[in-house]
């Protein structure tokens, strides 16, 4: 059975940073793409980041370019996203997703993904 656990979202101020994690079981890790996405209130979901399954290749949206990193250890089965100089147009429950092709151009498309985590949550707030 696939899972996927999202943690390390909360509340922060402008300019703080957070460490989001994703953390897998249930089928082949390495295997995989994984990308970060996010919903914010009366906003459709948008892509984050994208990472290749063995991590060389990673993509970003150009609103969180140059402040977001994604990361994984595929030996933990996990993915993460630092999330630096944060600004509060980043609040939004953030979800991981699993993708089995790779990033590709349409990495943000939110169709091309398979299995979703239940999302974690990062409000900021002054």
């Known amino acids: 059975q696939v899972q996927l656990v999202e943690s390390g979202g909360g509340l922060v101020q402008p300019g703080g940073s957070l460490r989001l994690s994703c953390a897998a079981s249930?089928?082949?890790?390495?295997?995989?793409?994984i990308g970060w996405f996010r919903q914010a209130p009366g906003k459709e979901r948008e892509g984050v980041s994208c990472?290749?399954?063995?991590?060389?290749?990673?993509y970003y949206a150009d609103s969180v370019k140059g402040r977001f990193t994604i990361s994984r250890d595929n030996a933990k089965a996990t993915v993460y996203l630092q999330l630096n100089s944060l600004k509060l147009e980043d609040t939004a429950v953030y979800y991981c997703?699993?993708?089995?092709?790779?990033?590709?151009?349409?990495?943000?498309?939110?169709?091309?993904?398979?299995?979703w985590g239940q999302g974690t949550q990062v409000t900021v707030s002054s």
């Open positions: 990472i290749s399954t063995g991590g060389g290749t990673t």
């Open positions: 997703a699993t993708r089995s092709h790779r990033c590709g151009f349409t990495w943000a498309t939110d169709s091309g993904y398979d299995y």
């Open positions: 249930g089928f082949t890790f390495n295997g995989y793409t």
